[in-house]
Nanobody, 118 residues
Framework: QVQLVESGGGLVQAGGSLRLSCAAS????????MSWFRQAPGKEREFVAR????????GYAVAVKGRFTISRDNAKNTVYLQMNSLKPEDTAVYYC???????????WGQGTQVTVSS
């Protein structure tokens, strides 16, 4: 079983950038496809981005494509989400997930808050 801890969230002005990290422990993340999701207040959790085992096959939600970049460093057992050109509607708790298959989410982190002010 893998444990996931997100970090890097915070308060940023619209147009700014943040880089989220998801540090894994317990097992090597090269066994998992990794994803980022987010949940805004009063809304359901939604998909943001995912990446395959070796760093290929990245996929993005339409709302973030071209602004966010997912990457992974298997040697550091860490996944990243670089977020640029942030908008107030990006405000949410961001969660990291690990899956045994590309589209699955078998393990979740506790989340990190991202707040974008206008």
């Amino acid at each position: 079983q893998v444990q996931l801890v997100e970090s890097g969230g915070g308060l940023v002005q619209a147009g700014g950038s943040l880089r989220l990290s998801c540090a894994a422990s317990g097992r090597a993340i090269d066994s998992y496809a990794m994803s980022w999701f987010r949940q805004a207040p009063g809304k359901e959790r939604e998909f943001v981005a995912r990446i395959g085992w070796s760093g290929g096959s990245a996929g993005y939600a339409v709302a973030v494509k071209g602004r966010f970049t997912i990457s992974r460093d298997n040697a550091k057992n860490t996944v990243y989400l670089q977020m640029n050109s942030l908008k107030p509607e990006d405000t949410a708790v961001y969660y990291c997930a690990a899956g045994h298959t590309y589209y699955s989410t078998d393990y979740w982190g506790q989340g990190t808050q991202v707040t974008v002010s206008s």
